[in-house]
């Protein structure tokens, strides 16, 4: 049997060999509670606090202090939705796009009913580019916060965030973004976009499952989410996981100086120009031109992406639907409905790369393509010379 190929990197990236080496030491050789202060907890205190260094490096954050280590992404997000409202009573309302991760877009939804949040959510175009006209009619006095994704997970579109700052912070807005997808992708950099939170994942980036973090601007009023203890200096409480810290560590050192994503790039565009002469309907949805190095949502009009991705799992190829679809139902998924293509979401794949793979893998998933899409629509499909 030849080996899997894995094309489901927004989902999760295979582990990195080093950070998992770097995860068992720690494992074995850092017993200690961080908190400790004995010299076994000093030794995990200096692991965590490398990593919140290497972290901070990723993002070009100037501070390792402004990095607050949590479960991951999702409990990011929340963190820094209610951190903000908390601590800025006196502004209701959240302005935020139409296509943002489950995670933002339910917590709002909750906040509206529970706390009367007023959120405002700024429309997409056919590509997924934010509609700015509407994001700046959003603003006035009364936002608290603008929490707006740095790249889609779907379909890879980036927003401009260091052009959005500005007119937030100009209405005395705070301004947040879910950078998940972006760090290791994209480049990042606080300092020069001025964001005030961003949140991680490093799951994302070749890292262990179930650690992430939250830059956090040293001069932000926070109230954290998770208390009962003076851990991540009373931001987060609970016993620091020192063996994930310190894979993430590991895991954003190797994103900032062994990206190689140009390569990917390469791959990603070979694979929807082949694509494109195998079926030429075949639609790319997200921006062209400012678009994830790794990320390819294709819809395959007339094609059911259930039955596409099974064959395709029974050939050995892990990809994933281009959009969510309702528990024990085929409902149109909320990012492609947002950006007007709620007739493609039954139809649309998401191939998503990483640094593990290669020209093999995109090979092996050409070959497999002309099969399943005669027997998923009955129609014969060539394979080009």
């Known amino acids: 049997m030849p080996e899997p190929v894995y094309l489901d990197a927004n989902a999760t990236t295979p582990v990195e060999p080093r950070v998992a080496e770097a995860m068992l030491a720690a494992l074995i050789e850092l017993p200690g509670n961080p908190s ?19 972290v901070a ?20 997000n929340v963190t820094a939705l209610r951190a903000v409202l908390a601590a800025r009573p006196g502004r209701r309302t959240v302005v935020t796009s139409a296509v943002e991760h489950a995670s933002i877009h339910a917590t709002l939804d909750r906040l509206a009913v529970t706390d009367g949040i007023v959120v405002r959510e700024v429309p997409v175009d056919g590509s997924g580019r934010l509609d700015i006209n509407a994001y700046q009619a959003a603003l006035d006095a009364n936002v608290a916060l603008v929490t707006l994704m ?38 990042i950099d ?21 650690v ?17 203890g003076g851990q991540e200096r009373g931001r987060r409480a609970g016993t620091e996981n020192v063996p994930g810290i310190v894979g993430f560590g590991v895991a954003a050192g190797l994103a900032r100086t062994q990206s190689d994503m140009g390569r990917v790039a390469m791959l990603r565009d070979r694979l929807e120009s082949a694509v494109a002469a195998i079926l030429p309907e075949t639609s790319v949805l997200g921006d062209p031109q400012h678009r994830l190095v790794n990320t390819s949502c294709l819809a ?16 050995g190829i892990a990809a994933s ?13 909320r990012v492609l409905v947002a950006m007007g293509h709620g007739n493609l979401s039954g139809s649309a794949i998401r191939f998503s790369l990483s640094r593990f793979n290669d020209k093999t893998d995109i090979d092996r998933l050409l070959m497999a393509l002309p099969s399943i899409l005669r027997q998923t629509r009955g129609t014969r499909v060539e394979v080009p010379a």
């Open 300 to 315: 395959f009009p007339g094609f059911d992406a259930e039955m596409m991705l099974d064959r395709l799992d029974r050939s």
């Open 212 to 228: 992430g973090a939250l830059y956090v601007r040293r001069d932000i009023p926070f109230h954290g989410l998770v208390t009962g």
């Open 321 to 333: 639907a281009g959009s969510a679809c309702a528990a024990g139902g085929r409902q149109p998924g």
């Open 36 to 54: 400790s202060g004995h010299s076994a907890g000093r030794a995990a205190r200096r692991a965590v606090e490398s990593a919140r260094r290497e």
């Open 190 to 210: 606080v300092a020069q976009s001025g964001v005030d939170m961003l949140s991680l994942s490093a799951h994302k980036l070749h890292g262990p499952k179930g």
């Open 57 to 76: 490096a990723l993002i070009g954050a100037g501070r390792s202090g402004e990095i607050i280590f949590t479960s991951g992404g999702s409990e990011s």
């Open 150 to 187: 740095a790249a889609n997970n779907e379909t890879g579109t980036l927003f401009p965030i260091p052009d959005l700052v500005p007119a937030a912070h100009a209405v005395g807005a705070l301004f947040h973004t879910d950078a998940v997808q972006a760090a290791g992708r994209a480049e």
